[in-house]
C-alpha cells in the first residue's frame, strides 16, 4: 500500500495557540484513498527545518501532504521551501491571478502587491486552484512520489483536497482501500472487555488483515476495527465479520457504532415505539437533559425534566417523602426511586429516570464517599435504583452518571 | 532557550479519527516555562518507528515530551519503545501498584493481571504518578536531555503535567519565562471588540514585547495576551499593564481571565452575597443548569431547575398561563418571563432565569425563525425578557443562548 506523511507549517501550531484539526481531515481522506499515513509532522515558520523535513519525508513514503505557511506576509516562507526542496525558481501563472483579481473584486477592496505576488508559483508544479482564498496549492511529482502543497485555512484546503487533490491520488493509487468501524461500549472497563472478548487472534484471524484497537473515554471504551483490502466489498465484509464475532461475545454492553451517541440511539427507540420521558436529576446537574435535547426531533419524547439541587425542590417538585430524606439520605436508593417515580408521575411519560449521588469534592462522608450515584428508573410496571461508584472528578462522575443512566433506559427498553 | 520536541503515539491519530489536542495542550505548558517548542510529530503503535522517532527527538532537543500507547491492552506498545530505546528493562513499581488498587478499589472492581502490569516500569527512570488512571509516566534525564512519557488520555496527561512534569521542567531549565494572560469577552462580535479597543500600539507599545491575539468562539471573543521577558516579574507587570489598558476600554464584555468561565464568576458573585437561583429552559435543555453545577459547591446558590420542553410542562410546573402561550406562543417574552417568575416563586430563590427559543433544525415559522431565543430574568423588584438572534446550528444555539442567560445574570448582579 501507497504510505503517506502529513507536514503541517506554522509557529502557531508550535505554540499551542491553534489546534491541528487540519492533521486528522487530510488523514481521513488519505485513508478512503487506501493510502496508510505513516506519519505527521509539524515544523515552525523556517526554511532549514522544513527543507530538511520535506525531503526526509520525500525519501520515505509515497505521498506527502503539506499545509500552511502560503499567506501573503513575510512570516510565510513555505512556497520558498518548496522551490528549495526540488530545485526550482517561480514561475508567473496567469490562472492564478485572475482568481485573485476575481477575490478582491468581490470584497471590493484594492489588489496590493503582495497579493499579486501569490500568483508566482513554482516551476514544474501542476497548481491547486484554491477557489476560496488567494494562494493557490502545488502538486509534484518526482521519482514516483506525489507532494501536494496547500494553505493551512481549514476551509480552503478542505475543498482543494475535495475538487483536485484527491480525485488525483485516486487515479494515481488504483488499488487498496482502508474501511473502519468503531463499535461503542459502555458499563465495562478496558480490561474486563479485553478479558470478554478472549484471544484477539479468533476475532480477527491473522490472515483477514484486521486490526483491532481499545480506545477508553468516560462514555466508555470503544473498539475500532481497521480493515485494508484490494476492494471496498472485500474490505466490508472483512470488518461485518470481525464486528459479529465481537457483538456474539459483548453484545449486552454495545450501545452503537461509529459517530452514533447514546442519547441517538434511545432517541430512535423511543421515537419508534411512540414512548416517552421525564427525568429527575440531582448529581448531574442537567447533563442527561442537555444531552438528550442535543438530538433533533428530541422534543418528540422528552417532555422535561427536574434538575432537583436542593432537598427542598426533590419534596415540592417531585414529591419526595421529606421523611424518606431525613431517614436515608438524599443519596440513596429509596430518594432516587422516589425521585424517578414522581418525575414519571408528574409528566405522565412511558419513563422516569433519576439520579443522586455525591459529585464531589465536597459533600461526602464516611458511609458515602465521593462517587457514590445511585441511578433510578421507573416505568408502568414499578421502579428500582442501581448503585454505582465512580471515583473522583465532579465532572467525570457528572458524565459517567449521565451515560450509566441513559445506559440503564436502553437496556430496559432492549430488554438486555 | 531549551528546545522541545513533542511526540504523539496512536493510530487513531494517523487514521484521523481522533484530532490531537494534546499536542497544542503540552506547547502552551512548555511556553509558559520558557522552552521552545521545535517540532512535533506523531507516529503509530509499532515499534521500530516509535525508537527511531524517539532516538532521532533526543539526538537533536533538550526535552522530548511522548504520549499515548501506554495502556493496558496489546495495541500499547510505547513502554516497550521507551525500554528499547534507553536499553533497559521493567522493573516492579509498588507506589504505581497502590495506585491501580486504590483506583480498582474505588470503582469496586476487581483488580485483573493486565491493569497489576502497568506497575511495572522502565528500570531508572523517575516515575509520574497518575492519580487519575492506572498507567504511571516515565520521567528520564540523559545526556542533559530530559524525556517525560505520559498516557494519552487528555485529563490524565494533563493533571501528570500539572503536577509534576512543569514543576520539574520549570527547575531544570530557568531562564527566559512567557507568561500569558487571556481576557473573556462576551456579547460582542471580534470586529467591533477591535474597533472598541482601538490602535494596538497604543494597547501594547512595541517595546513591551507583548502580543495580543483576538480569539474568537461561541462563548465569546479572548484576547490572548503574550510576554516573553527574563524573569517573570517583568513579564507578568507587562502584561498587568496590557490588561490594565484593554480593561480600561471594554471593561462592560469582560467576565473573566484565564481558564475562569462565566459559571465560576457567577458562583464567586452568588456565594459571596448569599443569593440563589432557579432556572427555567426549555431551548437550552439543561445545559445552563449542567454548567453551573460544573462549579465546586454551587449547590449552595443553585436550588433547582425545570427543563420544561413541553407546553404542559411549562403550564404544570412553571404556572404558566395556557392563555399566554395559546395567544404569544411558547417562544415569546410574555413567555419568557413567566417562565422566570415562576421557577423563582417556586424556589424561593433570589434570582429565576428562564430560556424559550428555536434550537432547530424544525419548528420554525415565518414569524419565528431558527434562533430566536428570548431569555428572562425575575428578581424581588420584577422581570423582563432580553430577545436574540443567533442563527442555525442546534448546539451553537444552545450555548450562546446558555452564555447570554449566565452574562445577563452577571449584568444584572454587578449593575453593569
Chains 1, 2 share one sequence.
Not at 247 to 260: F, L, N, P, Q, T
Request: include cysteine.
Amino acid at each position: 500500500m501507497a504510505t503517506a506523511e502529513i507536514i503541517t507549517v506554522g509557529d502557531e501550531l508550535l505554540i499551542g495557540q491553534v489546534i491541528n484539526t487540519n492533521q486528522a481531515f487530510i488523514a481521513q481522506r488519505l485513508n478512503e484513498c487506501g493510502i496508510v499515513v505513516s506519519a505527521m509532522a509539524t515544523v515552525g515558520d523556517r526554511l532549514p527545518e522544513m527543507i530538511a523535513t520535506f525531503r526526509a519525508a520525500l525519501e520515505r513514503r509515497d505521498v506527502v501532504i503539506v499545509t500552511g505557511g502560503l499567506g501573503p506576509t513575510h512570516d510565510d516562507v513555505t512556497r520558498s521551501a518548496v522551490c528549495e526542496t526540488f530545485g526550482v525558481t517561480l514561475t508567473f501563472d496567469q490562472p492564478s491571478l485572475e482568481n485573485i483579481e476575481r477575490l478582491f473584486a468581490g470584497r471590493g477592496q484594492p489588489l496590493i502587491r503582495v497579493n499579486r505576488d501569490q500568483a508566482m508559483v513554482p516551476e514544474g508544479c501542476t497548481v491547486v486552484p484554491n477557489l476560496l482564498g488567494t494562494a493557490p496549492g502545488y502538486l509534484f511529482e518526482r521519482n514516483g512520489c506525489v507532494m501536494a502543497v496547500m494553505p493551512g485555512v481549514p476551509y480552503e484546503m478542505q475543498a482543494m483536497m475535495r475538487e483536485t487533490v484527491v480525485p488525483f491520488l485516486m487515479r494515481r493509487f488504483p488499488g487498496q482501500v482502508v474501511r473502519h468501524r468503531t463499535i461503542k461500549t459502555t458499563g465495562i472497563a478496558e480490561s474486563l472487555l479485553a478479558k470478554q472478548l478472549g484471544a484477539i487472534d479468533e476475532i480477527i484471524p491473522p490472515a483477514e488483515r484486521v486490526t483491532l484497537a481499545f480506545l477508553p473515554s468516560p462514555a466508555g471504551v470503544r473498539l475500532r476495527l481497521t480493515s485494508v483490502a484490494p476492494d471496498a466489498a472485500t474490505a466490508e465484509s472483512s470488518i461485518a465479520a470481525a464486528e459479529a464475532r465481537i457483538r456474539a461475545k459483548a453484545s449486552a454492553y454495545i450501545y452503537g457504532v461509529d459517530e452514533e451517541d447514546l442519547e441517538e440511539v434511545l432517541g430512535r427507540l423511543l421515537k419508534e415505539r411512540g414512548w416517552t420521558l421525564a427525568v429527575a436529576e440531582s448529581c448531574t446537574g442537567g447533563l442527561i437533559t442537555d444531552r438528550l435535547t442535543n438530538v433533533p426531533g428530541s422534543s418528540a419524547y422528552v417532555d422535561r425534566s427536574y434538575v432537583t439541587y436542593s432537598n427542598a425542590a426533590k419534596v415540592r417538585d417531585l414529591g419526595v417523602p421529606a421523611e424518606l430524606i431525613d431517614r436515608y439520605g438524599a443519596v440513596s436508593e429509596e430518594v432516587a426511586i422516589a425521585m424517578a417515580v414522581g418525575a414519571r408521575a408528574n409528566a405522565g411519560t412511558t419513563f422516569g429516570l433519576s439520579t443522586t449521588g455525591i459529585a464531589g469534592p465536597g459533600g461526602a462522608t464516611e458511609a458515602k464517599p465521593v462517587g457514590l450515584v445511585y441511578v433510578g428508573y421507573a416505568d408502568a410496571d414499578g421502579a428500582l435504583a442501581v448503585r454505582f461508584t465512580f471515583g473522583e472528578g465532579r465532572r467525570r462522575v457528572k458524565e459517567r452518571t449521565a451515560q450509566a443512566t441513559l445506559e440503564l433506559l436502553r437496556r430496559k427498553i432492549l430488554k438486555v
